[in-house]
Antibody
Framework: QLQLQESGPGLVKPSETLSLTCSVSGGSIDSVSYYWGWIRQPPGKGLEWIGT???????YFNPSLKSRVTISIDTSKNQFSLNLDSVTAADTAVYYC????????????WGQGTLVTVSS | EIVLTQSPGTLSLSPGERGTLSCRASQSVSNSYLAWYQQRPGQAPRLLIYGASSRAAGIPDRFSGSGSGTDFTLSISRLEPEDFAVYYCQQYGTSPFTFGPGTKVDIK
């Protein structure tokens, strides 16, 4: 059974960089069939797609966040990562990593999510 | 960006009743690339439906999806206690891939 697990600091100061890692177990991240994405959900609000990376390195971003987002993949560790620069309180959210099959991004496996709070 | 609107915001039903949830897009969703997710409190979303009408693996057949173009529907034929949750639609035909604001199904 595929499992995804987010990890990273739960508290980040304004203007700093939010960094999260998603560890994948029960399957290989290095497959041309799968893409790996980040989605976030502010407390009590809806879902927002942040971006997606393929094992080959192709990356797709939400334009609203593109200038601040970096997504990378480490197939040797079966992990992929998210960096979000210059954070503000508006970036406080539960961050999920998830998988989608092929280029069409409906997400069939999700991590449990991790709450990141931006506060001084 | 395609904006998704879900209605109603809250649907109050009793166990055993039928629920009908609507998702309307601001422009046509290409190839009916529309998914539905269920989210229970404190949990990650769970994929129910993709391609507007295809059930994901392990999803009970009381869940069904329909629609095309700009109007889509999720139906739950007989609500079970575990179905009381928030439901989101998502379009993945046009980047950026967007989600609706959700419909909360609560116990009447």
């Amino acid at each position: 059974q595929l499992q995804l697990q987010e990890s990273g600091p739960g508290l980040v100061k304004p203007s700093e960089t939010l960094s999260l890692t998603c560890s994948v177990s029960g399957g290989s991240i290095d497959s041309v069939s799968y893409y790996w994405g980040w989605i976030r959900q502010p407390p009590g609000k809806g879902l927002e797609w942040i971006g997606t990376i393929a094992s080959g390195g192709s990356i797709y971003f939400n334009p609203s966040l593109k200038s601040r987002v970096t997504i990378s993949i480490d197939t040797s560790k079966n992990q992929f990562s998210l960096n979000l620069d210059s954070v503000t309180a508006a970036d406080t959210a539960v961050y999920y990593c998830a998988r989608h099959v092929g280029i069409v991004p409906f997400f069939d496996y999700w991590g449990q999510g991790t709450l990141v709070t931006v506060s001084s | 960006e395609i904006v998704l609107t879900q209605s109603p915001g809250t649907l109050s039903l009793s166990p055993g009743e039928r629920g009908t949830l609507s998702c309307r897009a601001s422009q046509s969703v290409s190839n009916s690339y529309l998914a539905w997710y269920q989210q229970r409190p404190g949990q990650a979303p769970r994929l129910l439906i993709y391609g507007a009408s295809s059930r994901a693996a392990g999803i009970p057949d009381r869940f069904s999806g329909s629609g095309s173009g700009t109007d889509f529907t999720l139906s739950i034929s007989r609500l079970e206690p575990e179905d009381f949750a928030v439901y989101y639609c998502q379009q993945y035909g046009t980047s950026p891939f967007t989600f609706g604001p959700g419909t909360k199904v609560d116990i009447k």
